[in-house]
């Protein structure tokens, strides 16, 4: 096996072998073929797939900086950050941004991706490359910066992300290591070191290569190839489980993903449990990628794969999209995947899935679809199942959840109806009215779930616990089984849920026993001897601290943690970790570091805040807990812990309004209202 080369050291080696800086894979057969020497050899037995791949986008993931666009780097300047920037060559020729102001200069590392946006990484501190917010439109040829050019950021409030912050570029959220690389790169190791706070990450291959995606061995088989026999044919789920490690929201668990392995053995998928990530049907709201999506939907679960759609190699659709062939393959011929026929649809390709309309009447109801006129965009399938946003504020990306529009939905969780996207000049009403009108002999419609979209509702604090035990009864596909499970977390263990999750606890899909151990406390200690890391990583934290004496979980927790380190969650586990083995000053560096990377987030300044006090530190812990107040004021949570340290310091008059302000923004916090009552009695 090729020697894994440090990431500064194969920057340096790219920089000098690559002679045309312009070119593109129009024009060669790679960017630099001498940097992947191991794909290279690939292409001497699969040059139909290593040609196929040369175009992809995958190919481009990242490349040196000598392959950045001059036309960027041409003396432009760009508010973005917080300052003005000026992307230039240096004397040498070597792209830089130069900050106006200050003078400082960030020379380029890493070129990331190549249409419709270009992103790079710049050299920062003790072996971390960051990438900043402003990015190269390929299009338009011009800066933008990412976070104030995308709607979702301006919605949270985030498009000027400032200086000290989680999510500004020289902060822990903007880090090509650790956010970035293990996608962009392959053979790709972080080897992040906590006790320096710093990275020597490695990789073998820029890009997403052959050996992203191939098992290798070490050394040649008898054919030459580097692949052996055994490997060389992966099951469905294998090939899907290659794409899923790179295209999904998730935890990483290890580095040590290797194709074929388990998804779920080395990453925790993040389900639609909490607010704003995804909408509460399962869509993507923020840059969620799509195999969350994919596993609440449907085709996922029927065991519809990324392969069934998407050419291996190239990436592209494997059929087009506009006359709905790719769709029509199985939902125009009955064809049966795992068992299952797949819906019949029409195969009428000059109108769509069923004839236009005339003189703007809707179609026969009970149609298989609703009718729109033909050749235009609301015609094709994806743009109502797959409608498409803009993410890092100019990259569309479609949605893969499948979700049907259907306006019970809308109106049961605010989720917009697809329709409103080509009829806005219509409104909302006439949207509903008419798929009403469409559907109402339709029995298609009675069958949809209800009860999902009311487990979704909960996560807005709308749900009740008896919705969400009915909801799981009768729940098909393990994501929202998961799902449902992670919503019923949030609420108190009643013995029904209890209940529910000893049941689930044996449920086939590793997603669901993951689950059911977060709801089952002290008793998923028996799945610490699950197949599953996910299961065990998530057995292990509810069996804390008897877990670290858990020959295979303690060591996994630990490693994990470890590997998590230099983000504020690994910090805070690494403190956890330490506080349970006495190293009292380990858990006070990594409380701090935590705090140091998410200034303004509220869980980490709150748990080092406990550990302050529990060391007798209550000045220390008011401190934090007037700044995490301060940050957040209406986090009733927060208000709550900052009234106990104010009563724990005598100032009782303080505790009181602390606590009462924590009632007034939540009536259901029970803890905050005892408190309450045992200072101020006379207080309701």
């Given at each position: ?627 995490c107040t301060k940050a957040h004021p209406e986090l009733a949570e927060a208000q709550y812990r900052l009234g106990l340290i104010l009563a724990e310091l005598g ?34």
């Amino acid at each position: 096996m090729k020697r894994l080369l440090s990431l500064t050291a194969l920057s340096a080696l790219l920089l000098c072998s690559c002679g045309e800086r312009e070119q593109t894979a129009a024009t060669v057969p790679h960017w630099d073929e001498s940097a992947i020497p191991i794909s290279k050899k690939c292409a001497e037995c699969h040059r139909k797939e290593y040609e196929d791949w040369v175009r992809s986008d995958h190919a481009w993931a990242a490349r040196p900086a000598s392959h950045a666009p001059a036309a960027a780097f041409a003396g432009q300047k760009l508010d973005a950050h917080g300052v003005t920037l000026i992307p230039e060559r240096n004397a040498q020729g070597a792209f830089q941004f130069r900050e106006e102001a200050s003078g400082k200069v960030y020379p380029v590392m890493q070129v990331i991706a190549r249409k419709p946006l270009i992103q790079f990484a710049v050299a920062g501190e003790r072996g971390a490359w960051q990438v900043p917010s402003a990015a190269w439109d390929v299009e338009k040829n011009e800066w933008f910066d990412v976070f104030r050019d995308d709607e979702r950021q301006r919605e949270d409030g985030n498009a000027e992300r400032k200086p000290g912050e989680w999510g500004h570029w020289q902060g822990r959220g903007m880090t090509w290591n650790s956010q970035c690389a293990w996608c962009h790169m392959s053979g790709y190791h972080k080897n992040y070191k906590p006790e320096t706070d710093s990275f020597d990450s490695t990789a073998q291959e820029p890009g997403v290569t052959c050996i992203a995606c191939h098992k290798l061995t070490d050394k040649p088989q008898k054919d030459g190839c580097m692949v052996a026999k055994e490997d060389r044919v992966m099951t469905r789920k294998q090939n899907h489980d290659v794409c899923a490690s790179c295209h999904a929201r998730r935890e990483e668990l290890d580095d040590d993903f290797k194709p074929g392995d388990d998804f779920d053995d080395h990453f925790r998928l993040e389900l639609p449990r909490m607010p704003g990530i995804f909408l509460p049907n399962g869509a993507q709201r923020e840059e969620d990628y799509v195999e969350t999506g994919f596993r609440l939907a449907q085709m996922g679960a029927t065991g519809v794969t990324c392969y069934d759609c998407h050419d291996a190699h190239a990436g592209d659709v494997l059929a087009p999209i506009e006359d709905h062939s790719r769709c029509l393959r199985c939902h125009g011929t009955h064809m049966v995947i795992n068992g299952k026929e797949a819906p019949y649809i029409s195969p009428n390709r000059n109108a769509g899935p069923c004839k236009p309309s005339k003189d703007g009447e809707p179609g026969t109801p009970g149609s298989p679809h609703p009718t729109v006129p033909a050749m235009t965009q609301g015609n094709l399938c994806v743009e109502c199942h797959m409608p498409e946003d803009r993410y890092m504020g100019r990259d569309p990306r479609r949605d893969h959840s499948l979700m049907p529009p259907d306006p019970g939905v809308s109106d049961h969780t605010g989720v917009e109806l697809t329709c409103i996207r080509c009829h806005a000049d219509k409104g909302e009403a006439w949207c509903k009215s008419r798929w009403v009108q469409h559907y109402r002999n339709n029995p298609w419609m009675d069958k949809h779930r209800p009860r999902i979209v009311a487990a979704g509702a909960a996560m807005r604090g709308e749900g009740k616990e008896e919705e969400l035990l009915a909801a799981y009864a009768g729940e098909p596909i393990p994501a929202w089984r998961a799902t449902i499970l992670g919503l019923l977390a949030q609420m108190p263990r009643t013995e029904a849920v209890l209940s529910l999750a000893r049941e689930a606890a044996k449920d086939e899909s590793a997603m669901v026993r993951a689950a059911a151990a977060e709801l089952l406390g002290a008793e998923a200690a028996p799945l610490m001897a699950d197949k599953c890391r996910a299961v065990r990583h998530a057995a292990g934290w509810q069996s804390f601290p008897a877990a670290l004496r858990h020959p295979q979980v303690g060591a996994e927790m630990l490693s994990t943690a470890r590997l998590q380190a230099d983000q504020p969650t690994g910090a805070m586990q690494l403190a956890m970790l330490s506080a349970a083995q006495g190293d009292v000053q380990m858990t006070d560096t990594q409380y701090r570091r935590a705090v140091e990377m998410d200034p303004a987030s509220a869980v980490p300044r709150m748990d080092y805040a406990v550990f302050l006090a529990q060391r007798n530190r209550p000045m220390e812990a008011l401190q934090q807990m007037l700044a995490c107040t301060k940050a957040h004021p209406e986090l009733a949570e927060a208000q709550y812990r900052l009234g106990l340290i104010l009563a724990e310091l005598g100032q009782r008059p303080a505790a009181v309004r602390a606590l009462q302000k924590a009632v007034e923004l939540d009536a259901a916090h029970a803890r905050a209202a005892e408190a309450l009552r045992a200072l101020a009695p006379a207080q309701p």
